[in-house]
């Protein structure tokens, strides 16, 4: 990774992503001005992964999990992974009775 400039597919349209290329932050009525890095992404993957959605936000809107194997994320993804894995701590607590 660290490519300043490459092409990937988000929902099966081709974007340009890389640390060179600008962009706002896609919050909706936010202006940051952000980069297409991983270190705007939502989730680990360009394009989308399991936890994100592959759009770029700035510091403000990407949140951190407490969960070492979870990426930053934006404010929805943040939450359905919240959701799932109080779900998934749910489901172990109820195989462990
Ligand atoms: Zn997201
Ligand atoms: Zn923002």
Known sequence: MG???YEVYRNGERIEAGYAVED???RDGCEAKIDRGLGCLCGHTPGGDEFGCG???CEEHLFVSMRDDEPQMCEPCFD???KQAAKDAEETAVAQI
Do not use: Q, S
Request: aromatic content about 24%; glycine content about 0%; proline content about 0%.
């Open 3 to 5: 490519y300043a400039r």
């Open 24 to 26: 706002t932050c896609n």
């Open 55 to 57: 759009h770029y936000f």
């Open 80 to 82: 359905a992974a919240e």
